[in-house]
Every structure is written in C-alpha cells, then in structure tokens.
C-alpha cells in the first residue's frame, strides 16, 4: 500500500553533488518545472511514454525514445526537443503551449551544455519532490523574525508597524497621516459589524478625548453580535455555505443547513480558538460524548459544525445520469474546499494527475481523500436526507408520547361521538323507508361496503340517504359536523405541544465500517489501482516535524482519521495553516492578503509582499491560543489601518497597488453590506439572531426577492407575509445556489461553485439600475423620507442634515445643502405635474416623494457604497 513519496527524495537528496557555483540554467531549476506542466503526463509520469519517451530526468532526455536523443548537448538547433516546441508540434494540446520564453530557456539550456545542479538517480519509480520544489517559501518552517529598527519609531504602534514601515522606508516613504475620527469610526463599524455607525456614536466618539477612546471603541464592537455576522459570512463563503445542493436545475432546499450558518457565527462571537474551530468541523462527530439518539445541547452543535464539510454540491438526494459519478465529484468539491480553505493550496488539480506546478503528487491527493472516505464512501452513500441526524432527545420522547396520548383520548371521545352521531343520523333515514326495509337497512349499514350482498347493494343504491358515513354526515347534521370538527381541533392543538423535531446536517462515520481507499487511474472512480493508506501532504511531512495519520485511531470508536489531520493542521509546526488564516484575516482588514492568492500559496500563487510580517502574524496567532479577537486588536489598533486614504503622487507612482500599505485603501462595501446598509439607515433593520433562513422566491417578473413561494398554476398567488422577517441581516437570508437576491447579485455576490475563494468588487451597469429601478432602493429610499421627515418635521434642512449624517456619517456642507434643497424643489415641481393627473386620492404627499427620490440618490452615491 501507498503511503508517501518520501523515501526517493531523501535517496536523491542523499547523493546530490551540487557544484559549488550554480550554473546560469540548469535542468532542475529551469527545464524540469516546464516539462512538468506539460509533457510528464505523456512521457513519463504514471508509466506513460509516448514515442518511447520519458522526460522527468534529463538523463532520460539524453537517452532519448522511438525517435533517438531528445538533444544535442551544446547545440539546441540541432535538438530534437528544442525543433519540436519551438515549431509548436509539441505539447500537442493548445492549453499546453510553451511561451516563445520558455522555449528560449530550453534553447540556452541546450547550448549550455544541458547542465543538472546534482547526479541523477538511477531508476525512477513514481513522482519526485526534488530540492527546489521543497525550498519554496510556503513549505518552510514558520520562523520568528527579529522585529525591525525603523526611523520612524514615534509611528510604530505594534510590531504590525515596524514591519509595514521597514519596507516604506526602504523606498522613501513613511504612513500617511491619520484618518479624521469620523472617517475612523465608519471605517471600523463596517469592518467589524458591516454595518454603518450611527450620527450619536459618531459624535460621542468625536467629542470622547480619552487616549484609549479608540481602543474601547474596537472592543465594543468586537463584543456586539453583529462582528460574528460579519466575520463568520468571510468564513462561510470559503467554506461554500449554501442552503441548496446545487449539482444540478433541480438545486433542492438544504432544510438543516442553517445551523452550520450559526454555529459559525457563534464561534466567532465566543472567540473560538480556531485550532478548535477547525477540529470541531473536520471531525465533532468524533469529539461527541453523548449517544447519538440523545445528543446533549453541545453535541448537537459539535455535529453542526461538521456541516462544513457537507457544504459541497450534492446531487445525490434527487434523479442524477451517473450516481456513482455524483457522489465521487461531492467528495472531490468537498476536497476542494477543505484544502483552498485551511491549506491554501490547489490540492484538487492532483486528482487526474501530479500537480503540473506544486510538488503535490496524484497519490497525496487519494492518501488525503482516504482521509475522509470512511464518512463520505462512495460505495455505501448516504444520501443528504439520510444523513440527517434528530435532535430529539429522550425527554422530547417522552413528553411527545404524553401528549400523544393526551391527544388520543380527545380522539377517542370524537370517534365514540361520531359512531353515535352517525348512527342516530341512520336510524333518521332508516325510519322514513317501510319497516319491512329495516332490518335489511341496518344489516347494509353495518357491513363494509366491499363485503355487502348484491341485495344489500342495491338496496344502498335505491336509497342513498342510507349510506351514512364520517364523510357524509355533515350532510346530515351540520351540528353534529361542527361539534367534531371541534374536537379534532382540540385534539391538534394539544399535538402542537410536542417538542418540534429538528434535525442536523451532519458528517459521521459508521462505526466499524472502513472502506479500502485506492488511486484512481486519471481520476476516473471505475478504474482503481494501488491501495491508499491515509496522508497528509507529503511535502510538508519532509519540511516541518508534524504528527501524521493514523490508518485507525484505537482511542476512537471511529477510525479518528479526521480529527488527526485537523491536529496534524493546526500543529505549530505546520507551515500552512497559520499563515493561510492570518493572510485571511489581513486581506478582511485592508482589502488584499499579504499574500494575494489566498487560496493558492503555491508556486502559481503571489508571493507575500512582507514575509517576515506574515510569520510574524502566524506566529503571534498560534501563541494567542489562536485567537481571531486578538489578531483584530493587533491590527486594529496599528498605525497601518489607521491611515487616512489620500496618498502622495510620489507615492502613488512608485507603488500604484499599495502593497507597501503607505496609506488606506479605498473599498467598495460587498453586496450583503449595501443591503444591510440601506436597511439600516432606513431604521427598519431587524436586528434578531440566528434560526431559519428567510425565504427567496421569484417575484411576477422573475426577479428573486424576498417571500414564501406561494404558487397557483405554476404562478405567483396570494403573497404570504413574512411579518418582519423581510428586514434581517442578509447572511440569514437563504442562500440558494439557483436563487441569488437580486438585490445582492449585482454587487457581486459570489457563487459557491464549490466556494468562494475571495470576493471581486466591480463596477457595473446593473449596480446602478438596480439601486435606480428596483422595488428594494425605491421602497427603502421613500421609508428613510418617511423616517427623516418624523425625526424633523417642516424643516427641510434640517431633514438634508438628517440623510447625510445617516447615509454618510458627517454633515452636509453649506453648498450640498443648498444643491440638495434645489433639487428637492425640482421634484416637487414634477411631481406636481404629474400627480395632477391622477385622483387626489391616488396622489402620495409630494414632499415625501421629493424628499424619498434625494434619498435614492445618496443611496446610490460613491460616499455610501464606499468606504476610506
């Protein structure tokens, strides 16, 4: 069985003879990373050599194939390789193509004399990590760095500082200047809560002197439950929350999903360590204590939080081509995610293949994969719905079985009542028919209808007022129908009672059920080769001393494979996952990671623009228990995010990007905050926590807004109310993968395909026609009117001071006060001259309308949907 790749690069590393100059370009460091992308797979890689070729080594190349030597040494015109890529023959896939660059780099090396930087080995069976794919910056061990010696050392705050200003000072520069309190404290509120700050905590912050106002002020925040809504949405988008399986047109409801949504939001509210946040959602099932058919309270929240790694589509509940298809592509997607989020790395492309770039072999894929094929076996699969685990507990039984039973004795009554309603409404009937019909009649009635004699039959049929049943009695006897139906009721309020049964989308592992894990040849489930033992990353086994794997944990009932890769990633030694969520963490604060690829840490990926910074971050995370909070203090509290947003023009030439940080970025609020924003200023923001999802339907144009699908005909019917539930935050709004709100879509709300790697704020058309045209910004723009003009009534300036210091969080200059009342003149005189052509009693009061289109206005302006 297949377990790492380990032994031939410590065999091949243990005979390297590097020369003690380098040479300008060498096969290792400059040839082999450009044959890997795109010849392995075809010449070398899985036994695979076509035209008898293989080149994984260069004395391989030397030995040639059907063709002869693949080059010359000293002469690259001459080469067979070189002939064959520079005249575009091969590779022969387009999407493979060599740059005129990397061909070039083939000629020199040719001519150079096809140098190598050590012996090669011998023989060559299965993938190499060779020292250069090793030494890559992602893969080393975490380091302290010296904490830097700057010139401006009155700037320095934290350490954060040091490491900024270092390399601004390298370049000439230093911090901007600070931003003004106001812009400050909007700046935080929206990055903490993702929502605006209010005119009266502006103004107290503003007027609040004490040194540490602003310090208290992050504090406060970070203790509001709104922070875990707006961190814990970063969090769901990675882990591609949803509240549908996707796969495919028929994107069924995911009805249990939500309380992934929660457990999140709760974990950041509580400051969860996130070594345990991460344990807790690989592997709650495994940390259970109590039985599963009587989950206590934090049982049943461990099983939440393995919803994580139920968030991938999921076609398998419903009608797919290939079932055995749908269900390797949901363990595939869920493999996705878990290692873009916590590793940072493009594992998935090592599921046909070896990675063409980072040193992830095909067998690290299916070693990380038998990691979790105990819970998710694609041979003995559990559909969605039969995953689903009760929250009933032995008390809920109970006391639903009393009240059952309860229930039954009403029940009881009414059948005994309805026997006797029933059979006096007979003897009614009965007695308007000759007597000598009687004792037929009542042998007819008391024989059930398919065992009735031919002669009792027709005698039914002759006389239907005999056929007397609980269905027809109500044609009898209304009172007596009443007086049933009375009793049904009482006996189904009583059953209301009943503790409601809810359910958890749940991951677990059945116990004693371990399936064999193989290597699928080309990725393809129907053709399975070598036997798999469970594995992390083989590379960063080599690099750093972390625990690894067990096949079966004899401390659990389970095998415990997960909770050993979760310990295995949180390990202080292991180089990813620490920097991986800290550069998460960074990229929230200021709009781009230290590193700008935070899904991608590998050779593709960016390379952190402050290293030392990152580690320093990392370090500082794992040392704080790993604590999100005090990584929001440590940033928060530094110069760096307290800088205004103006930057020199100097200072904008050399460095256009802002990655020195020598000032704020400009950002553009995402789509759940423009509604929230909007919902907020308006006052009508319900603030409730937590439950159910609010529902999205399709509205009579086919746009998705808000409501309770309530369909007549396969059209819109009686629209349901949703009783204030129309006004809650948007992360509890349903996230169905096929229904994405209209009003967010437009603000690039990202879809979960399987996740959402980072965010991209464009700017669009249908942004602006959306918050000109839609029922959303028309209705909110005429309830903020309707709120300012209560809040100051008759005073137009006032009521202009009121929008701007709710929308923008500062007061109207004297000249957009006075550009404000002038175009509120102009749509009175609009107004007025259309409204003159409806009924009086059609007509809305023109002021509010006027006052509602400024509204729209401001809402739709640069200063609200951006924040410096």
């Keep these: 069985m297949l377990r790492s790749t380990a032994l031939l690069l410590v065999l091949f590393i243990g005979r390297a003879t590097v020369a003690d100059q380098a040479p300008a370009v060498s096969f290792e460091k400059d040839i082999r990373p450009i044959l890997k992308a795109a010849c392995f797979h075809c010449h070398g890689e899985e036994g695979v050599k076509e035209g008898g070729l293989d080149v994984r080594l260069s004395r391989f190349l030397l030995e040639g194939g059907d063709s002869g030597p693949a080059f010359v040494k000293g002469n690259g015109e001459e080469s067979y390789l070189y002939q064959r890529v520079r005249d575009g023959e091969m590779p022969p896939e387009e999407s493979h193509q060599l740059s005129p660059e990397e061909i070039e780099t083939i000629r020199k090396w040719i001519d150079a004399g096809a140098p190598t930087l050590r012996e090669e080995p011998e023989t060559l069976e299965g993938p190499l990590i060779t020292p250069e794919e090793l030494a890559h910056w992602s893969y080393q061990p975490i380091q302290a760095p010296e904490i830097p010696k700057v010139q401006g050392s009155e700037l320095v705050s934290n350490p954060i500082d040091a490491f900024i200003l270092q390399q601004l000072e390298a370049e000439g520069f230093s911090f901007t200047t600070p931003a003004e309190r106001n812009t400050l404290i909007r700046r935080l509120k929206f990055n903490l809560t993702g929502l605006p700050p209010t005119p009266e905590e502006i103004e107290k912050f503003v007027k609040n002197e004490s040194p540490d106002a602003y310090s208290q002020l992050v504090d406060h925040w970070l203790a509001s439950p709104h922070y875990g809504e707006r961190w814990g949405r970063h969090w769901l988008d990675v882990a591609g929350y949803s509240d549908s399986e996707g796969y495919n047109t028929a994107d069924k409801v995911r009805p249990d999903a939500w309380r992934y949504r929660d457990y999140v939001i709760r974990s950041f509210n509580e400051d969860k360590p996130f070594d345990r946040f991460i344990l807790e959602q690989l592997a709650g099932d495994e940390l259970i204590t109590s039985k599963i058919n009587n989950l206590t309270p934090e049982d049943a929240e461990l099983l939440a939080a393995t919803g994580f790694l139920r968030m991938a589509p999921d076609g398998t509940g419903g009608a797919v081509d290939d079932k055995d298809l749908a269900r390797n592509e949901v363990v595939a997607e869920t493999l996705k995610i878990v290692t873009s989020s916590l590793m940072g790395m493009t594992v998935g492309c090592a599921q046909c293949h070896d990675h063409r770039y980072d040193p992830i072999p095909q067998a690290d894929y299916y070693q990380l994969r038998a990691v979790f094929d105990p819970a998710l076996d694609w041979k003995k699969w559990r559909t969605p ?319 998705w807004v808000l409501g309770i699908e309530n369909l007549n005909a396969g059209r819109p019917g009686k629209v349901i109310p949703l009783r204030g539930e129309e006004h809650r935050r948007s992360v509890y709004v349903q996230s169905r993968r096929s229904r994405p709100l209209s009003v967010m879509e437009a603000f690039d709300l990202p879809q979960m395909s399987p996740n959402c790697e980072v965010r991209r704020a464009s700017t669009a058309t249908p942004q602006s026609l959306m918050l000109l045209n839609s029922e959303f910004a028309l209705n909110y723009s005429k309830v903020l009117a309707e709120r300012i003009q209560k809040e100051h009534p008759d005073n137009l300036e006032s009521q202009i001071q009121a929008a701007w210091n709710l929308s923008y969080g500062r007061n109207a200059e004297s000249s957009e006060v006075v550009e404000a009342q002038a175009f509120v003149g102009e749509q009175v005189k609009l107004l007025e001259g259309r409204i003159s052509l409806k009924k009086d009693d059609d007509a809305q009061p023109i002021q509010l309308e006027a006052l509602a289109n400024l509204c729209q206005m401001l809402f739709s302006s640069n200063e609200f949907l951006y924040i410096n």
């Design 385 to 703: 719905a039969q995953r689903r685990v009760s929250l009933y507990t032995d008390e809920d039984r109970k006391l639903a079985a009393e009240i059952e039973e309860e229930a039954k004795k009403i029940l009881a009554e009414r059948a005994k009542k309805q026997d006797e309603f029933i059979q006096a409404t007979f003897e009614k009937q009965l007695a308007k028919l000759p007597e000598e019909l009687h004792e037929l009649g009542r042998a007819a009635h008391a024989t059930a209808a398919k065992k009735r004699t031919p002669e009792q039959k027709d005698l039914i049929k002759k006389h239907p007022t005999l056929n007397v049943t609980a269905g027809s009695l109500y044609l009898y006897d209304r009172k007596a129908a009443d007086e049933l139906k009375a009793l049904a009721d009482k006996a189904n309020e009583i059953r209301k009672k009943k503790p409601q049964q809810n359910y958890v989308r749940a991951t677990m592992e059945l116990n004693g059920v371990v399936p064999d894990s193989y290597l699928f040849a080309r990725g393809d489930h129907e053709q399975p080769k070598q036997k798999v033992l469970p594995s992390g990353l083989t590379v960063v086994s080599l690099t750093s001393d972390v625990p690894e794997i067990p096949e079966n944990d004899p401390k659990f009932s389970t095998t415990g494979r997960r909770t050993a890769l979760a310990k295995r990633l949180t390990h202080p030694n292991h180089p990813l996952t620490a920097r991986v969520i800290v550069n998460r963490i960074w990229l929230h604060h200021f709009g781009q990671g230290l590193v700008a690829t935070p899904t991608d840490f590998g050779k593709l990926g960016s390379k952190p623009t402050h290293p030392e910074l990152l580690d320093w971050l990392a370090l500082e995370f794992i040392n704080s228990g790993w604590s999100v909070k005090h990584l929001h203090r440590l940033i928060l509290n530094s110069t760096t995010w307290q800088q205004a947003a103006h930057r020199s023009q100097d200072l904008t030439a050399a460095d256009p990007e802002n990655l020195l940080y020598g000032a704020a970025n400009l950002r553009r609020i995402d789509a759940e905050t423009v509604r929230d924003s909007i919902l907020f200023v308006a006052g009508v923001l319900n603030e409730d926590v937590y439950g159910e999802p609010v529902p999205v339907m399709a509205d009579k144009v086919g746009r």
